[in-house]
Antibody, heavy 112, light 109 residues
Framework: QVQLVESGGGVVQPGRSLRLSCEAS????????MHWVRQAPGKGLEWVAV????????YYADSVKGRFTVSRDNPQKTLSLQMSGLRLEDTAVYYC?????WGQGTLVTVSS | EIVVTQSPGTLSLSPGERATLSCRVS???????VAWYQQKPGQAPRLLIY???SRATGVPDRFSGSGSGTDFTLTISRLEPEDFAVYYC??????????FGQGTNVDIK
């Protein structure tokens, strides 16, 4: 069955960087665009970024543009989100999303 | 950027009642590309409806979606105890960003 497992979250200081990963299984990873979606504590869902199935095209929310980079490794069935210049408002659970159920997410806390 | 507005913010109903949730988008959505998600506390969102009216795998038929253009609706025909949750609408039209609404909390009256 489809499974997405995020990792890489943690506590980081403002201005620092962090890299999130999402391991996919149970589907043809290289056939689907993949997304990152985040949810700040007690808040709603915010779409963050998408990468095309072949990795050639990416789009970002204005709130992260220029600071975050989404990429994928199709042979390894892995999605990544490189986050730099982190801000307090980037604190959230980050989910990767594709076909089927989402992962449980990974918590990123930006705090001094 | 397309803005998604859900109403009401909270819907207080009893089990067995019908729930009607509204989702309005600021521009017409290409291909009726609207999805609905259910989220319970401490859990990841679960896809219920995609392409306005197609139920995701395993979703009970008491959930239905409808709409076109800028107005979309999620209907739960008879609320079961497990349906009390927050519901999000998302548009994924021709180009990003693929914005979400702010959510509707369906709680027990």
């Amino acid at each position: 069955q489809v499974q997405l497992v995020e990792s890489g979250g943690g506590v980081v200081q403002p201005g620092r960087s962090l890299r999130l990963s999402c391991e996919a299984s149970g589907f043809n990873f290289d056939r689907y665009a993949m997304h990152w979606v985040r949810q700040a504590p007690g808040k709603g869902l915010e779409w963050v970024a998408v990468v095309s199935s072949d990795g050639s095209t990416t789009y970002y929310a204005d709130s992260v543009k220029g600071r975050f980079t989404v990429s994928r490794d199709n042979p390894q069935k892995t999605l990544s989100l490189q986050m730099s210049g982190l801000r307090l408002e980037d604190t959230a659970v980050y989910y990767c999303a594709g076909p089927g159920p989402w992962g449980q997410g990974t918590l990123v806390t930006v705090s001094s | 950027e397309i803005v998604v507005t859900q109403s009401p913010g909270t819907l207080s109903l009893s089990p067995g009642e019908r729930a009607t949730l509204s989702c309005r988008v600021s521009q017409s959505v290409d291909g009726r590309h609207v999805a609905w998600y259910q989220q319970k506390p401490g859990q990841a969102p679960r896809l219920l409806i995609y392409n306005t009216s197609s139920r995701a795998t395993g979703v009970p038929d008491r959930f239905s979606g409808s709409g076109s253009g800028t107005d979309f609706t999620l209907t739960i025909s008879r609320l079961e105890p497990e349906d009390f949750a927050v519901y999000y609408c998302q548009q994924y039209g021709s180009s990003p960003p693929y914005s979400f609404g702010q959510g509707t909390n369906v709680d027990i009256k």
